[in-house]
Structure formats: C-alpha cells, structure tokens
C-alpha cells in the first residue's frame, strides 16, 4: 500500500488590486477609474480619422484638384499673349477650390453618418454617452484636419500662381489680399465642410446628406440663371449674391455682382448659419435615440 503523499503548498494569490479601481464583490479591478472628458473624446475622434483609409483618399483627391486646376490655370494664362491687366493672380486658385470643396463636403458628411450606417455610432455613444460632447470632438477634429489641410493647398498654389503670373502684368497682392485668399478662404471651406458635418449627424445618412449639401452649394446659382422673368429679378438677384460659389469669390475680390456679400462677410454668414446648425443638431441628438 503506497503511502499518501503530502499536498503541494499553493502559492500565494497575486494581490491585483488597485486603489483606484471599481470593486465588484471582492474583485477590485486593476484599471484605474477616471472621469472622461472631451480630450478623451478627441483623441478618440483623431484615431478614427486618421485611420479611416476614405479620409486619406478623399483629402488626396482635394488637394490634386486644387493644386492641379490651379497650376493648369495659371499655366494656361501664363503661355497666352494677353495680360491680366493688374488683376489679382491669387483669383486663379478659385476653380480648383470650388470644386474641390465637394471633397471636404464629402468627408465632412462621411465623418458622421456612416458611423450611423455602420451601426459603431452605438460604440460611441455607449463610451461616451454625453452625445453633446461627442458632436463637439468630431467638429473640432475635423474643422482641424480640413482647415491645415486648405491652407497648405491654397497657400501653395496661391504663391505659385503669384509667381508664374508676375510678367503677365498681375498686380502684386497686397497683404491683407493674401491672408483672405489663404487664411480666409481656408477658414470658410473648413466651415463648409463642418456644416457638411452637421447636416450628416441630423440626416444620419450619407447619400442623403451629400444630396442636400451639394444641392446647396449649387442649386441657388443655377435657379438664378434661369429667372427670366423681371418679377423674379429680386429673387434672382439675391440666389446670385448669396449663393457659395459667389460668396467664396469674395475672399479674392471677384464677386460675380456688384452688391450684395463683400470683406469678410461671406464668413461670418457661414459661422452663423453653422453656429444655428450645431445647436439644432445638439438638440435633436437629445431627444433622439441612437
């Protein structure tokens, strides 16, 4: 009969508590507990952007055509006979921006409601469920992101323009004619794209709110074209002054009327029209459910 051996001593039970972690019956948990707040919501937003690969895609694709028509532009007035006649060679960067900004309209809109299509938006909100603060991170991240990126492609494109342009009798920008068709410009198509945004978290879908944006941005202009009627000369008039191809030629002093938006007024209907927007947006994500 053989003899029972002893029992092996059990080692000591690691002590995985933390100070600072929840308990859940004896269990203390070794993850810290800490308030969020909208940094966390922002670097959550910034990951998410920038590992989307359509962000990359679309943002390329925005700054080919700007630079690209831009260039073309300029190349094209630079190689024919005629002069510009001290007009300003900034103005020729106008194309390639306005169609550009269906891009930023585009991601602006992708930023918010394909998270709806996916269905991640229900992530989202379980991880942060003050959905104010969820709006306001993935509004400063990507007014952020297409800002820098307007700005270096404007910029780039304004100095070269400047450059191929300055024997072909352009007059030489002043200043403040700088900042507007850098800075200025750059401001009001990031605010487009963040009302863009906007308009994709009340909708909650994309194809549909890229409908409506650009339908925005171009149905004014080509309904004025079409009042032919001189009781309509009112309205037609004001389509033409308001309408946002008209109103970001303004920032390079070149508005298709003589009235109407001029300065820096084109910007300051866009931030209060986005301001409206994003309260109206707030309060809808409050009452709805996700």
Not at 16 to 25: E, I, L, V
Not at 167 to 188: I, Q, R
């Amino acid at each position: 009969m053989s003899t029972p051996q002893p029992p092996m001593p059990q080692a000591a039970v690691p002590n995985w508590q933390a100070p600072n972690g929840p308990s859940y019956g004896g269990y203390t948990s070794p993850i810290p507990v800490v308030r969020t707040h909208l940094g966390h919501a922002l670097a959550s937003e910034w990951t998410k952007i920038k590992s989307v690969r359509s962000t990359i895609w679309t943002l390329g694709v925005f700054v080919v055509l700007v630079v690209g028509i831009g260039l073309l532009a300029a190349l094209v007035v630079s190689s024919s006979s005629s002069e510009m006649n001290g007009e300003n060679p900034l103005s020729l960067g106008f194309f390639g921006l306005l169609l550009g900004s269906m891009c930023i309209i585009t991601l602006g809109v992708l930023t918010t409601a394909s998270e709806y299509g996916t269905g991640m938006i229900r992530t989202t909100m379980t991880a942060c469920p003050s959905r104010g603060r969820v709006l306001a991170a993935k509004s400063i991240v990507f007014f952020g992101v297409a800002f820098v990126v307007t700005l270096v492609a404007s910029g780039f494109i304004a100095f070269v323009d400047a450059s191929l342009l300055e024997n072909n009798g352009a007059k030489d920008p002043s200043a403040g004619e700088w900042f507007k068709g850098t800075v200025g410009v750059s401001l009001y198509i990031a605010l487009l794209g963040l009302l863009s945004l906007i308009v994709g978290s009340i909708i909650r879908h994309s194809a549909g709110a890229i409908t409506v944006m650009i339908g925005a941005v171009l149905a004014p202009l080509v309904i004025a074209l079409f009042m032919f009627s001189q009781s309509l000369e009112g309205v037609r008039q004001a389509l033409f002054e308001y309408s946002i191809p008209n109103q970001l030629s303004v920032f390079y002093s070149n508005s298709l009327t003589e009235s109407g938006p001029s300065g820096w007024d084109p910007l300051w209907i866009i931030v209060g029209v986005t301001a409206v927007a994003f309260a109206g947006a707030v309060a809808l994500l409050e009452q709805r459910d996700v």
